[in-house]
C-alpha cells in the first residue's frame, strides 16, 4: 500500500487537509502530488484533478486560485488532486505529453488520476481536469490526449490542446504567447482537430466535453486562444455554434454555447485580465456534479 506523507497545511472540515502522496504511482517527470479527500467521501467519488499555473504550486492552487473546490468537495464527497511540476510551467508542448502515454507531464497526472481511484474505489467514468494559464493548458492537453480518462475538463486563461509551439508544423514559440497564433495563418479548426485526433489515433469512443474561459483583456495568453481553443474542440466534438447569451455567469461575461451546451461551451470576460475568476458553480454544473 502506498505510503502517505502528511503536511499539515490548509485544514478544512475535521481531519480532511492536503495530503502529499510519495509513493505508490510511476512518475515518469519527477511530479509532486497531493491529495485533498474529505471526510465523507460519497460512494464511487469522481476525481478532479487541477494543475496550477506558471509560477504556482499545489499548495497556493488549493488555497488561492480554486478557492471553493475544497468546501465543495466537502460538501459532495469528490476527491480532488493537486499535481506540482519542478519546473516553472507544465509541459503542453513535447511529444512526449501530446502523445497518449508517451511518458510526459501528463501521463505523470493521468497516473495520479489512476491512483486515486484505485486507493478511493472511485468513479472512472467521473474524472476531470480544471486549471488556470498553464494550468489551462494542461487541461486541454490533458482531455486531448487521455479522451480514454476524463469526461470534461474546464480551462482558465489557457490554450489549445496543440499549441503553437508543439513542432507539429504549426510556428514556434517559446513563450506563452505563440506569435504563430496571431497572424491571418492560423490553423484552422479542421487542423486543429486532426492535432487533437493524432495524440491518440487509435480513439474510437466518445470525447471529453469542454468548457473555455478567457479575459478579453489578457496581456499574458492571447485573448485570441478563446476562438482558437472553441474552433478546436468545435471540430473534434462534432458541434457547431449555436448561440451567445449575454450577461452568463455575470456582468461582462458572454457565454457562447455549442450544440445544446452540453459538450462544448465557451466564456469571453470583458475587460478581464489573466487570469479569469474561477467560477466553480458553472464548472461542477458543466460536470454533472451539481
Not at 88 to 112: F, I, P, R, Y
Not at 270 to 282: A, E, I, T, W
Amino acid at each position: 500500500m502506498a505510503a502517505l506523507l502528511v503536511a499539515c497545511v490548509f485544514p478544512l472540515a475535521l481531519g480532511a487537509k492536503l495530503t502529499q502522496v510519495t509513493s505508490g504511482w510511476e512518475n515518469p517527470t519527477k511530479l509532486s502530488f497531493y491529495i485533498y479527500v474529505p471526510d465523507k467521501l460519497a460512494e464511487k467519488p469522481p476525481v478532479i484533478i487541477v494543475p496550477h499555473p506558471c509560477g504556482g504550486s499545489a499548495q497556493d492552487t488549493f488555497s488561492r486560485v480554486a478557492t471553493n473546490l475544497p468546501a465543495q468537495a466537502d460538501k459532495l464527497g469528490f476527491v480532488l488532486i493537486y499535481p506540482q511540476t519542478p519546473n516553472t510551467c507544465w509541459d503542453c508542448s513535447s511529444v512526449k505529453s501530446l502523445t497518449h502515454n508517451g511518458g510526459g507531464d501528463t501521463q505523470g497526472m493521468v497516473n495520479m488520476v489512476k491512483y486515486a481511484l484505485d486507493k478511493y474505489k472511485g468513479d472512472a467514468s467521473r474524472v476531470f481536469v480544471t486549471g488556470s494559464s498553464s494550468g489551462g493548458m494542461a487541461t486541454n492537453a490533458l482531455v486531448a490526449t487521455y479522451p480514454d480518462v476524463f469526461a470534461a475538463g474546464a480551462s482558465f486563461s489557457g490554450a489549445p490542446a496543440f499549441a503553437c509551439w508543439n513542432g507539429a508544423g504549426l510556428s514556434p514559440s517559446g513563450g506563452a504567447i505563440a506569435p504563430g497564433c496571431q497572424t491571418n495563418k492560423r490553423p484552422t479548426a479542421q487542423a486543429w482537430g486532426d492535432l487533437v485526433r493524432s495524440a491518440y489515433p487509435a480513439f474510437n469512443g466518445t470525447r471529453p466535453a469542454v468548457q473555455i474561459w478567457h479575459g478579453t483583456a489578457d496581456s499574458v495568453v492571447t485573448y485570441g486562444y478563446l476562438a482558437d481553443a472553441l474552433a478546436e474542440w468545435s471540430n473534434v466534438l462534432g458541434v457547431s455554434f449555436a448561440k451567445n447569451v449575454t450577461g452568463d455567469p455575470g456582468s461582462g461575461y458572454t457565454k457562447m454555447v455549442y450544440g445544446d451546451g452540453t459538450r462544448l461551451v465557451g466564456y469571453s470576460a470583458q475587460g478581464v485580465g489573466h487570469m479569469v475568476p474561477f467560477h466553480d458553480k458553472q464548472v461542477l454544473e458543466f460536470f454533472g456534479l451539481v
